[in-house]
C-alpha cells in the first residue's frame, strides 16, 4: 500500500557496536587497567632493590709465618653476604660431639670419677684406703673316713628257753684275722626283760654293762687267730619274745638274727 511506510533494517556487526556507547567505554577502561599493571611490574622488576649486585669479595689474609707476601691467599670462613628477601644463615662449626666411652660397673655420666693415687695403683671399688679384704673361713676338713669293718664277726642263737619268758643266748665270736683281736657285743633285748647273769664259754671273762635298756660287752682277753668263743646271757621277764631287737660285733651286725 502505498500510504504505509516501510521498516527500516536493523544494524548488524560493527554499526550495533558503535551504536553502544557504554561497551565501548568498558572496554577502553579494561585496556588501561591492563596497561597499567603491565607498566607497574616492568617498573618493579628494573628498580634499584631488585638489581643484581656483585658479590663482595671475601677477605684473606697472609699464612702466619711466611716471612713474605704470599700471592696466595686463605679466604677466610666468613658468613656469605646477606640477600634481600633472604633469612641470613649461621656458618659457625658445628658442634663436635666427643664420643663418651662407658665401662659396665665403672661411674656413669656426671660422676665424679676418682683420681688414682701416685704409683698408678688404684684400690678395688668399695676399698678407698686400700685395705686387703679379711682372709675367708676355710672349709672344714673332710670327715675321717669309716675304720675298716672288724675281722671278727658274729653268729646269734637261741640256746635254751622257757615259755618264751625267758631264754639263753649265745653270740658265736670267730676271728678271722692271723692275729688276736679284742671284741666288743652290743645286743637290744625284748623290752621290759631284765639280765640275768652272762659269761664267756672257755675263756677269761670279759665286762657287762647294762644301760639304757643296751647290753654290753667287753673283752677281757683278744680271741686268737682263726679260733672262735662263745658270748652267753640269760634274760627272763621278756613279755613273750626270746630274740634281741639288734645284734652286733665291733659296730657289724650279727648273723642268725
Known amino acids: 500500500m502505498s500510504g504505509m511506510r516501510r521498516a527500516q533494517p ?15 567505554v568498558a572496554t577502553g577502561v579494561l585496556v588501561m587497567v591492563v596497561l ?16 643484581a649486585r656483585p658479590a663482595d669479595p671475601l677477605p684473606t689474609y697472609s699464612l702466619p709465618g711466611s716471612g713474605a707476601t704470599n700471592p696466595a691467599r686463605v679466604a677466610a670462613n666468613l ?5 634481600p628477601g633472604l633469612t641470613p644463615r649461621r656458618t659457625d662449626p658445628p658442634p663436635v660431639e666427643v664420643p663418651v666411652v662407658v ?10 670419677v676418682p683420681v688414682p693415687p701416685a704409683g698408678g ?31 671278727v664277726t658274729g653268729r646269734f642263737s637261741v640256746r635254751d628257753s622257757w615259755n618264751n619268758e625267758a631264754f639263753i643266748g649265745e653270740v658265736l665270736l670267730y676271728n678271722r684275722d692271723r692275729v688276736s683281736r679284742p671284741w666288743t657285743v652290743r645286743l637290744v633285748p625284748p623290752p621290759g626283760s631284765r639280765l640275768v647273769t ?10 657287762p654293762r647294762m644301760s639304757g635298756g643296751v647290753f654290753t660287752y667287753t673283752s677281757g682277753v683278744n680271741v686268737g687267730p682263726g679260733a672262735s668263743v662263745p ?16 645284734c652286733t660285733v665291733d659296730g657289724v651286725s650279727c648273723s642268725g638274727l
Open 231 to 246: 658270748l652267753r646271757f640269760h634274760f627272763e621277764n621278756t613279755g613273750g619274745s626270746i630274740r634281741p631287737s639288734r
Open 103 to 112: 665401662v659396665p660397673g665403672g661411674p656413669s655420666a656426671g660422676d665424679d
Open 36 to 51: 597499567l599493571i603491565v607498566a607497574l611490574a616492568s617498573y618493579r622488576s628494573r628498580g634499584p632493590a631488585f638489581e
Open 121 to 151: 695403683i688404684v684400690p678395688p671399688p668399695g676399698d678407698p684406703e686400700g685395705e686387703q679384704p679379711p682372709p675367708t673361713t676355710p672349709a672344714p676338713p673332710p670327715p675321717p673316713a669309716a675304720p675298716p669293718s672288724s675281722p
Open 79 to 83: 658468613p656469605e653476604p646477606v640477600v
Open 198 to 207: 652272762s659269761w664267756v664259754e672257755g675263756a677269761p671273762q670279759g665286762t
Open 10 to 24: 536493523r544494524a548488524h556487526g560493527a554499526g550495533a557496536l558503535a551504536s553502544s556507547p557504554w561497551v565501548v
